[in-house]
């Protein structure tokens, strides 16, 4: 398949990777900024663009991985070319593609990305929703020369499936900046909390999260959590996300949610 991927960072550097890899034709990488997109195209063994007027139409789809309050912008320049596109954002609906085209779908891989990170793609979630059955089972064959994990995932569930994803990888990224900035004020490593992070992260491949919960909060320690709470002293923010934290901890014990 002759794939055009519109956009030029995290998203279409591993995605374009694993379709070229998996002996899709990448014809051209679109980015407003030449520089962004020759790098990418470089390794794709693309043409690099920065004008969409410059779309070779010699193409079978489109992946639109911009962000998303542009996708309406490009799938309004692209419609006019009547190929299928796909956007693959996790937060924006379908509709954003079929205001202007009846050949539109979702192409959402699951995970975060970095550039200089690899990451093996085959287990990425992809999630997939089409305009029409005919389009969404032409996402699932190609999703499946990528991925060994394809879901039908509707606009409604993908923005709840975003949310989640929110909550499970980009706010604990956060407190791991936190628990750095704590251990560098007394002179200790980051990397002495990565065998605890990674033995957390390792318990939810069998159990869920409720069920493995440890901590102060779940013992309702209140001698402990008082003490922490004195420690972030002058720091009103730590003190409000540790007390609200804590809270749901205990909440959470006490409804009884284990799973």
Not at 176 to 186: D, F, P, T, W
């Amino acid at each position: 398949m002759r794939i055009t991927l519109i956009g030029s960072g995290n998203v279409a550097t591993h995605l374009g990777a694993a379709l070229k890899n998996a002996g899709h034709r990448i014809a051209q990488v679109y980015s407003p900024t030449m520089q962004n997109a020759a790098l990418l195209a470089y390794h794709l063994g693309a043409d690099a663009i920065d004008n969409l007027q410059q779309i070779d139409t010699d193409t079978d789809i489109f992946i639109i991985s911009v962000k998303d309050d542009a996708i309406a912008n490009v799938a309004e320049q692209l419609a006019k070319h009547d190929i299928l596109m796909a956007h693959t954002s996790g937060a924006a609906v379908l509709q954003q593609l079929t205001a202007f085209t009846d050949k539109a779908g979702v192409f959402y891989p699951l995970q975060t990305f970095s550039k200089t990170k690899e990451v093996n793609f085959w287990d990425v979630p992809m999630c997939i929703e089409g305009a029409d059955e005919s389009i969404t089972q032409s996402l699932e064959a190609l999703a499946r020369d990528v991925s060994n994990n394809i879901y039908r995932v509707s606009s409604t569930q993908r923005k709840v499936l975003h949310l989640a994803a929110v909550f499970a990888c980009n706010f604990p990224n956060y407190l791991y900046g936190i628990a750095q900035h704590l251990l560098a004020g007394s002179d200790m490593s980051f990397d002495m909390l990565r065998p605890l992070i990674i033995e957390t992260a390792d318990k939810i491949k069998t159990n869920l999260p409720g069920s493995v919960q440890t901590g102060p909060a779940v013992r309702n320690d209140e001698q402990t959590m008082a003490a922490h709470l004195q420690m972030l002293s002058g720091q009103n923010n730590l003190q409000e996300i540790y007390e609200l934290l804590s809270q749901g901890i205990i909440k959470n014990k006490a409804a009884g949610n284990a799973g």
